[in-house]
Every structure is written in C-alpha cells, then in structure tokens.
C-alpha cells in the first residue's frame, strides 16, 4: 500500500489576503503529489434578510435577484486566482454555494466528493484574536479529512523541521504517513514530539526500564509502536530504522528497489500541559506541526481533541490536522 495519496485538494477562499497564502502552498503540494486542486467559495446566506422581506411582502427573490451577480462575481474571482496562482496540469473545477454555515458547507462539499486534503488559510475575512479564525478553526473541528492551515509565517523554500506530536496512543499515529510524506517532499527532517504531562499521560501505560529511564522507554515504545502501526496498516514501504543512537533514526521509504531515508528524531519533554510544551516548541522550532484530532473533546490524556483545538488555535506556523479513521476509533 502507498504511503500517502494525495490526489485531490480543496482550496476554500474567501479571496482576503489570509485565504490568499494558501494558494501557493497548495500548487507546491500538487506538484510534489500530482494533485488536482479544486477551489470553492461559499456565500452565507442572508436568513434573516430573507425571512425580514418575506415579511414585508417585498416582491425580491433573493435566489433570482440577488445571489446571480454576488455567484457571477465570485466565480470570475474564483478563475483570476487559478489562473494566477496554479499550473494548468493542477487546476481542477471551482465551486460557488450558497450556504448558511460556511465551514459546515466545506465539511460537507470535501466529504461528499472524496478530497485527499483541505488546504485554506487560518484566517480569512473573519479577523478575530484567535491566529486561526472560527470558520477555519470549525472546519478542523469537524473535517475527517486531513486540514492543512496556512499562517502569514511560512516560507514554503525554508522548510526544514516537520513536527509530529503524539501521546503515545495509536489514534495520534494516525497523522504519522502523512507527516512523513510531507517531509519527504520537502526534503525536511521529522521530529515526534511527546510530552509527559506532570498530572497522567497517556504514555503512563509503558513499561519503564530502570536501567534505561524513563525517556528512553518511551522513546522506544513509541518507535515500535508507530512500526506495528504501518505493519498493520498494510504500509509495507514505511518503516522507522534504528541507527543505534538514542532518539536519532530514520524513516526509511521505499519504491520498488530503490529506496530512501529521512532524518527521524525524537523530543520528549516534560511539562504541566501538553498544549503549552507543544505551543513553546512548535513556535521555535517547527515549520509545519502536525497533530491528530478526534474532532470533538471528551478524551483525557490524549493530544486529539481539545489539545489539538488549543495549539491550532494559539500557534503562527501552518498546522495540519487528521482525524483518525472511524474503523480506528472503533478499535
């Protein structure tokens, strides 16, 4: 099996600056993937003008009088940034809705027609204190489909440092295909970052080696963990190779007879929250973070769910979400 496909892309645009740095970025990700990016804008619906002029008695139609020029105007919009912004082998369709609920309609739309990956910046025309707005911040909330944020700090040529967090379960291994792809196609090294909170982790269940510590056995618990993940995931030409120096390794990917590696380290750090340790050191040392998500809170311990939300929320640089597949949370 492939280690990551990524054959369709959705490009949300609101066309404010913020939803504008995304464009770019998902041009360089089509290239690296041979991917086709779509494009989509959704125009809220105006519920309570309407219901205000049916009340009136206001002979206007809103879908036959207003909607046709805001749809026209907006889809030339939508075809001056293809055309400006993607190469002509990776310009798929584009789309303009009429919705209520704008990060519902994108949910939605990706869902229904089978994208790879969701690709929008972290604030559009909704400005708000948060660094990533609330109808970006919803859709990761919401999307099972991995969600690629876009900040105003990214330089798609300086890539160097693809962060991965996990607490050690196998629902945080999820984002780790993805995350080695990523590094992979932008010639970066990978780092898994855990943290062991003061007050229970999640990786309180592995054995601890007194002549090793505690770091070390939760380094290499995670290591074989994240092997039997792709051994049983059918990802046969993945694999995480020991080099027998303590919490440097590397991602081994094959193609055939050839094959290749990516520098692959490990960070465990202690702290009284996960969210702040990954904040301070995602905001200093990562490029791009990536992280699993179960999109709702509820799971104690685990980086998915509120974590996730509040590091997203809170950190500058381009943030990548996955929700695990309801077949793993099942199990």
Known sequence: ????????????????????????????????????????HII??????????????????????????????????????????????NKGDHFVKIERKPSEAIV?????HNYDLILMGSRGADETKMLRGSVTERVIRKSKIPVFSIGDRFDLNTVDNVVLTTDSSELSLAAFPLAAALADSFDAHLTLFHVIELYGSASEDIPRDPGKGEN??????????????????????IHIQRTGITFEDEVVISEGEQS??????????????????????????????????????????????STAEKVAQYVKIPVITVRPSDEEFED
């Open 44 to 89: 809220p619906t105006l519920k309570y003008f309407n219901e205000s002029i049916k009340k009136l008695g206001v002979p206007l139609d809103m879908e036959k009088d207003l909607y046709p020029k805001i749809i026209d105007d907006s889809e030339r919009s939508i075809e001056r940034a293809m055309d400006q912004y993607l190469r002509k082998e």
């Open 260 to 305: 290749r590696s990516i520098p692959f380290f490990t960070r465990i750090e202690k702290g009284v929250s996960a969210h702040y340790e990954i904040e301070n050191y995602a905001s200093e040392e990562a490029d791009i973070l990536i992280m699993a998500t179960h999109g709702h809170s509820g799971f104690a311990h685990l980086i998915l769910g």
């Open 216 to 237: 070390v056995s939760i380094y290499e618990a995670i290591i074989e963990r994240i092997n039997d993940y792709l051994a049983r995931k059918e990802l046969d030409n």
């Open 1 to 40: 099996m492939k280690m990551v496909d990524i054959k369709k892309i959705l490009v949300p645009t609101d066309f404010s600056k913020g939803s504008e740095r995304a464009y770019p970025v998902a041009q360089a990700v089509a290239e690296t993937f041979g991917s086709t990016i779509d494009f989509i």
């Open 108 to 112: 939605e739309f990706a869902n229904k």
